[in-house]
């Protein structure tokens, strides 16, 4: 159980770090969209994970085929870069863009292992993702991710104001807050969990088995249900059952 759980800090971590990285990766010219939005089906290579790291909204759905269609103006279409790297797109410009009409990405892929979030955009799940594996999340700017899903192990990383937003269900969850974005779960149920707060943002979620809780912040974790506990708090955070009965 150790051993998954350093695995799958690990893999959130470098995921992080790939969002990071590709924010940082730009150049003195810019450009500015240009005529009316209009939508295009993009070529690529297949992938199980992306990093948004522009100011777009994401739409992900789990289909039989890979398909990504991008709405926007022409011009900052042919501005993105449609590299994929291990596996995974890291959505960004080829060359920085100072203003342009709202950008939409839609993506359908039959698995999804890695979503990464840099920035002010939004990933929604139009419908539930199952995996048979593991889904690694990582946040690092103000944007939101909201994600229906059944999986064998989840991760989520948030280093910025972004929330997590998460329904369906897992065996087993590591959760880490550094920064004031929630992660709300309390529509995801998980079997073990392990919640690791340093920062001001705050976990909601729904545990049957056993739950460790480790908080230096002023972060807090809600939860549901009668798990065995483990504690350690050295900030001002607290562990709060919630006994809210849901009629949804």
Request: charged letters at 20%.
């Amino acid at each position: 159980m150790k051993q998954k759980r350093i695995a799958g800090i690990a893999m959130v971590a470098t995921l992080l770090m790939t969002v990071m990285m590709s924010c940082e990766d730009c150049c003195t010219p810019v450009i500015k969209g240009r005529g009316p939005t209009v939508e295009a089906d993009l070529i690529m290579d297949p992938f199980e994970g992306f990093v948004l790291a522009i100011a777009a909204n994401v739409e992900i759905t789990q289909g039989d085929e890979q398909r990504v269609t991008v709405k926007a103006q022409s011009n900052i279409i042919d501005n993105l870069c449609l590299d994929v790297v291990k596996g995974s797109w890291v959505i960004r410009y080829e060359v920085p863009v100072l203003h342009a009409q709202p950008v939409t990405i839609y993506i359908t892929v039959p698995s999804l292992n890695q979503i990464g979030l840099s920035g002010s955009g939004n990933i929604i799940g139009t419908n539930p993702f199952t995996t048979s594996t593991k889904l690694d999340i990582a946040v690092s700017g103000s944007g939101n991710v909201e994600l229906e899903t059944v999986n064998e192990i989840m991760n989520v990383l948030i280093s910025g104001s972004g929330d997590v937003n998460l329904k369906g269900e897992t065996d087993d969850c590591d959760l880490w807050i550094s920064g004031s974005g929630n992660i709300n779960a309390f529509d995801f149920d998980t079997r073990i969990a392990m919640v690791t707060i340093s920062g001001s943002g705050n976990t909601y979620l729904s545990v049957t088995e056993f739950l460790k809780v480790l908080i230096s912040g002023s972060g807090s974790v809600h939860y549901r249900n009668s798990p065995e506990i483990e504690v350690s708090i050295s900030g001002s955070g607290r562990v709060i059952k919630d006994f809210t009965t849901l009629t949804d």
